[in-house]
């Protein structure tokens, strides 16, 4: 709308006009410079820098030219992503962290997700939050911050402790394994775990700990090597290369490998034919090669480490002088 009148005004008073004109009819005012690096979330305090006025916000959010994320905090609705979620979060916030599986996807361990986690101590007891967030009042130590593409998150062995504490435990047992035999170090993933010892989840973050397998590649193979831990054999290496292959798990002293064998990795006849030539490789060099299957170690675990204890035993027997 125009006014008869605007060309006796000063440029000051035309800016205000434009700038109220644009809230009526959704243009004038643009999100501010700051969204372009916020991937499209932008603090009220930001808008207001940048010349827009209350009128102008409340007009914009009655007319859903602008939606408010978390109080505050806004963004143009065509453009909401996780990304944009993320980094609403932490404005709404400012004095809190990424953390789980949000800090986890920043550091590039998991895939994108939809839903932002976010620990802050000051955040509010009865705060209403949208589904997409999940509000966490846990301490964080100055140690365990950091900053991951430009966001607030938490420190990598403080992110998997989150999501060994509240993930059911084969998901967490998985990405424990996967984490550790690649990414993360056993001392420093223990020293975030002491210091949260008596959080919720902590007694399963222990077992976690206890019974990990780094590197093991299924289900099977993990639980194979966390049974033969628990029963003292602690040689076993998982994923180990020997010659130009790779073994589950291999005894380097004993020379002794055994494999787990599962439908979907040897189901066909090329890998059955590749298995028999591989194994027979390994033979010549002088390894001894025990096979189970991934059946045999879900439903029979016992008996399965029963036997490669019997095997450790008379390979031990030969060093004997």
């Not at 000063?10 to 700038?19: I, P």
């Not at 291999?250 to 028999?276: K, M, N, T």
Request: some cysteine; proline content about 6%.
């Amino acid at each position: 709308m125009s006014c008869p009148h605007a060309g006796l005004l000063s440029t000051e008073g035309r800016r205000r006009l434009a700038h109220q004109d644009g809230g009526r009819h959704g243009r004038g005012v643009p999100v501010p410079a700051a969204a372009e690096r916020q991937h499209g979330a932008f603090s009220r305090a930001q808008a207001l820098a940048e010349g827009a006025t209350a009128s102008t916000i409340s007009n914009r959010l009655r007319r859903q030219r602008w939606v408010a994320l978390l109080p505050r905090v806004y963004a143009e609705p065509s453009k909401v992503t996780p990304w944009t979620r993320a980094w609403a979060a932490v404005l709404w916030l400012p004095r809190g962290v990424l953390s789980g599986e949000t800090a986890l996807w920043l550091w590039d361990v998991l895939p994108r997700t939809d839903t932002i986690h976010l620990t802050a101590t000051d955040a509010p007891s009865r705060a209403r939050t949208p589904t997409w967030l999940r509000l966490h009042r846990q301490p964080i130590t100055s140690a365990e911050r950091s900053l991951a593409l430009g966001l607030p998150v938490v420190c990598l062995e403080r992110a998997l402790l989150d999501c060994m504490c509240s993930w059911p435990a084969r998901l967490a047992a998985e990405l424990v394994d996967a984490t550790l035999a690649s990414t993360v170090s056993r001392r420093a993933l223990l020293r975030s775990y002491h210091s949260q010892l008596g959080r919720r989840g902590s007694r399963q973050a222990g077992r976690l700990l206890a019974h990990a397998a780094p590197g093991a590649a299924s289900a099977p193979e993990r639980r194979l090597a966390s049974a033969l831990r628990r029963a003292g054999f602690t040689r076993f290496r998982r994923n180990a290369p020997v010659l130009q292959y790779r073994a589950d798990l291999l005894d380097p002293d004993l020379r002794l490998i055994i494999e787990v064998d599962g439908w979907s990795a040897h189901g066909d006849r090329i890998s059955f034919q590749h298995d028999r030539t591989r194994q027979n490789d390994l033979v010549r060099h002088g390894y001894v090669v025990l096979r189970f299957t991934a059946t045999e170690v879900l439903h029979r675990l016992p008996d399965v480490v029963a036997e490669i204890g019997s095997m450790v035993e008379r390979l031990e027997a030969r060093r004997l002088p």
